[in-house]
C-alpha cells in the first residue's frame, strides 16, 4: 500500500529513459516470440475468412454439454466442428460440407437433440467476405497510420510521429502473436479490435509526448538538464494518469473476457475481448518503454541536445553520457 500511494502520488521516479537497453530487449524477446508463432501456428481464421457452414439450433428442455454437440458432429464425419453455445441456442461451425453431408447432419441432429428437422438452420459462408473485410480492414490501418504520421508531424514533431507509429507496429504484432500461440480464432470482431487497439495505444504516447514537449521546450544553453532526463521527468509527470486510464479501460474488458466466456459461455465476445485486453496492457508498456526512450535517442541526436549533455556532464550533472558522444 505504501508504494501503491507513493505512486499515486508522484512520490517515486522511475527511470523509464536510463533504462532502455531493458525494454529493447525485452520487446526484442515479445516481438521474436510474437513473429515465431505468426510462422509456425499462423493464424487460426474464422469461417468468415477461409468459409465454411454453420449449423443453428436451439437449446431443448434436456442438458446436452458442448462435448455431446462435437462428438455428434464428428460421428457425421465432421473433422473439426467449433461449438458455441448461448443461452437459447447452439452454433456449429465447420468447414466446408457437399450437400448430401448437410442433411446427414441435420438429421442426426435433429434426432440426438429432440429438435425438429427444420429447426436445424444452415448457412453457407464463403471466404469472400472475409476476404473484403481483411482489405478493408488493412485499408483503414493504412489510412490511420498516414492520418496519425500527419497529426503528430504537426501538432509535434515527426521523430514524435516515427516514434509513435514504431510503438502502434510493435503493439499490433505482439497482439497477433498472442492469438497465433492461444489459438483464438480470428473473426471480423477480431479485426475490430486490432483497429480498436490502436486508438489506446496512440493515447498513451499523444500524453505523454504532450508533456515532454512542454518541458523540454523550456532546455536550454543553460539547463541542468539533458534532454533524456527533462522527458523522464515528463513521463514519471504522466505515470499515474496512464495507469489509471489503462486499468479503467481494462476492468471492463477483462471482466468481458475472464467472466462472460467462461462463466456465462459468452464465446462470440471473446474473439474482441482478447485483441482489446492484449492491446490495452501491451500499448500502456509501449508509450512508457518503447515510444519514449525511442524518442530520446532521436532527439539526442540533434547537436543542441548533444551540446547541453556534454555541458551537464562536464559540470558533473548525471548527464546522459551516450548522449554526450552521439554523432548527429
Known amino acids: 500500500m505504501g508504494l501503491a500511494r ?6 517515486i521516479n522511475v527511470d523509464f529513459v536510463g533504462r532502455w537497453k531493458l525494454w529493447y530487449s525485452l520487446s526484442g524477446f515479445l516481438l521474436i516470440v510474437s513473429l515465431a508463432g505468426l510462422l509456425i501456428n499462423g493464424l487460426n481464421l474464422g469461417v468468415e475468412f477461409r468459409g465454411g457452414t454453420v449449423f443453428t439450433f436451439p437449446s ?34 465447420t468447414e466446408v460440407l457437399p450437400e448430401s453431408e448437410l442433411t446427414k447432419v441435420q438429421n442426426a441432429v435433429a434426432k440426438d437433440f429432440s429438435v425438429s428437422v427444420n429447426q436445424v438452420s444452415v ?5 469472400t467476405w472475409g476476404g473484403e473485410v481483411s482489405n478493408k480492414a488493412w485499408i483503414g490501418l493504412g489510412v490511420f497510420m498516414l492520418a496519425i504520421i500527419l497529426y ?93 486510464t489503462s486499468l479503467v479501460a481494462i476492468l471492463p474488458v477483462a471482466a468481458i473476457l475472464f467472466i462472460g466466456t467462461t462463466l456465462l459461455g ?16 501491451v500499448g500502456t508498456y509501449s508509450s512508457l518503454c518503447v515510444a519514449t526512450p525511442l524518442l530520446v535517442t532521436l532527439k539526442e541526436r540533434e547537436p543542441k541536445y548533444q ?22
Open 266 to 281: 459468452a464465446g462470440t465476445l471473446k474473439d474482441l475481448s482478447l485483441a482489446l485486453f492484449v492491446g490495452m496492457i
Open 152 to 244: 503528430l508531424s504537426m501538432a509535434f514533431e515527426p521523430k514524435m510521429a516515427l516514434a509513435a507509429i514504431v510503438a502502434l507496429i510493435h503493439d499490433l504484432v505482439i497482439t497477433a502473436g498472442v492469438y497465433a500461440w492461444s489459438g483464438f480464432e480470428v473473426t471480423p470482431a477480431t479485426m475490430l479490435g486490432f483497429l480498436t487497439i490502436l486508438g489506446y495505444s496512440l493515447y498513451d504516447a499523444v500524453v505523454v509526448f504532450d508533456m515532454i514537449k512542454e518541458v523540454t521546450a523550456k532546455l536550454g544553453s543553460a539547463s541542468k538538464q539533458t534532454y533524456s532526463m527533462a522527458a523522464n521527468n515528463a513521463l514519471n509527470h504522466t505515470l499515474i494518469r496512464s495507469l489509471n
Open 307 to 328: 551540446a547541453i549533455a556534454r555541458r551537464v556532464l562536464a559540470t558533473g550533472g548525471k548527464g546522459s553520457k551516450r548522449a554526450a558522444v552521439a554523432k548527429g
Open 123 to 127: 448457412q453457407a459462408i464463403g471466404a
Open 60 to 93: 431443448t428442455t434436456q442438458s446436452h454439454s458442448i462435448e455431446e454437440v462435437r462428438t455428434t458432429f464428428r460421428d457425421e464425419g465432421v473433422h473439426q466442428p467449433i461449438v458455441q453455445s448461448t443461452k437459447n441456442s447452439w452454433r456449429v461451425t
Open 6 to 11: 507513493r505512486l499515486y502520488r508522484g512520490e
